[in-house]
């Protein structure tokens, strides 16, 4: 079984809907990550959580929310999605109590497509 | 502003001959940098790592250079292999404390058998 799982994994929604993305993980690992990949821009930071009671904005948060509803769980909310949020999106994981604490475990990856 | 950048988007290689793949970052701050490697409809899994105070870092296929004056860093795969076929992503990761990563735009690297 993967170790970060990513549901759900092909999404399509409309403008203006919520939707919500999630992420579990099984590797007991404190800090969680939300990048989302463009085409010729790479990954970007939206969010990350080093544990349940701290959230903290990256790169890119705006029109974004998480919440950290336990440690192996960090979910990703379009509250108003708009068509530029279209998109693959990334859950991460790394454990900073353990050498390299600097590698960061990545999920499969949810595309959304917002039309 | 692009902090960690990867020129060539594309690079066929034949297999058993080398392949190189390039990054360039601007901030003198970064303290390590990552290599992932990323197939399709799969999530990107950490290749091999150097740490600013190094200039050099070996793993069996894969040796990863980096050149601080220069702000580069390069990915060398030895021979190369047909499985090396994959989308490759440079990273570095900030002294803030918060391990965040800053990549690049990916390399996509194709062995050809």
């Known amino acids: 079984d993967a170790d970060v799982t990513q549901t759900p994994r092909n999404r399509i929604t409309k403008t203006g809907k919520r939707i919500m993305l999630e992420c579990s993980q099984t590797?007991?690992?404190?800090?969680m990550y939300w990048y989302r990949q463009d085409p010729g821009l790479g990954l970007r930071l939206i969010y990350y959580?080093?544990?349940?009671?701290?959230?903290n904005k990256g790169e890119i948060s705006d029109g974004y929310s998480v919440s950290r509803q336990a440690q192996a769980k960090f979910s990703l909310s379009l509250e108003s999605a708009i068509p530029n949020q279209t998109a693959l999106y990334f859950c991460?994981?790394?454990?900073?109590?353990?050498?390299?604490?600097?590698?960061?475990?990545f999920g499969p990856g949810t595309r959304l497509t917002v039309t | 502003d692009q902090q960690v950048k990867q020129n060539s988007p594309s690079l066929s290689v034949q297999e058993g001959r080398i392949s190189i793949l390039n990054c360039d970052y601007t901030n003198s701050m970064f303290d390590y940098f990552l290599w992932y490697k990323k197939y399709p409809a799969e999530g990107p899994t950490f290749l091999i790592s150097i740490s600013s105070i190094k200039d050099k870092n070996e793993d069996g296929r894969f040796t990863v250079f980096l050149n601080k004056s220069a702000k580069h860093l390069s990915l060398h795969i030895v021979p190369s292999q047909p499985g090396d076929s994959a989308v490759y992503f440079c990273a570095a990761r900030g002294q803030t404390g918060a391990n965040n990563l800053f990549f690049g735009t990916g390399t996509r690297l194709t062995v050809i058998p």
């Open positions: 991460a994981t790394s454990d900073n109590r353990q050498y390299p604490f600097y590698e960061q475990y």
């Open positions: 590797k007991g690992h404190d800090r």
């Open positions: 959580s080093f544990d349940v009671k701290d959230i």
